[in-house]
């Protein structure tokens, strides 16, 4: 199986692509919020402390790079891009 192992403090997240219902019904896309996404973190290297495998975190949008590893699409962030845990 091909996998992301991050190295130093990067930390690799499969962004979700939930969709926002508002009061009044409205679906808005994921695609159309603006500033931040939502994904589950897949890995963690060895100095990203306050994150691990599982955590469903907040990131900005525009941070890390794109990857996209046996037809998934992950994000590769440095750990400070990291805004949030998320708990359900």
Do not use: W
């Amino acid at each position: 199986m091909l996998a992301l192992e991050p190295l130093d403090d990067f930390v690799v997240v499969e962004p979700t692509d939930e969709e926002a219902e508002t009061r009044l019904g409205l679906i808005i896309p994921a695609s159309a919020e603006a500033h931040c996404r939502s994904g589950i973190v897949i890995a963690a290297g060895p100095e990203a402390d306050g994150v691990a495998p599982g955590d469903k975190v907040l990131f900005p949008r525009t941070a890390g790079y794109d990857v996209r590893l046996a037809g998934t699409n992950q994000k590769l962030l440095k750990r400070r891009e990291v805004i949030a845990r998320i708990h359900d």
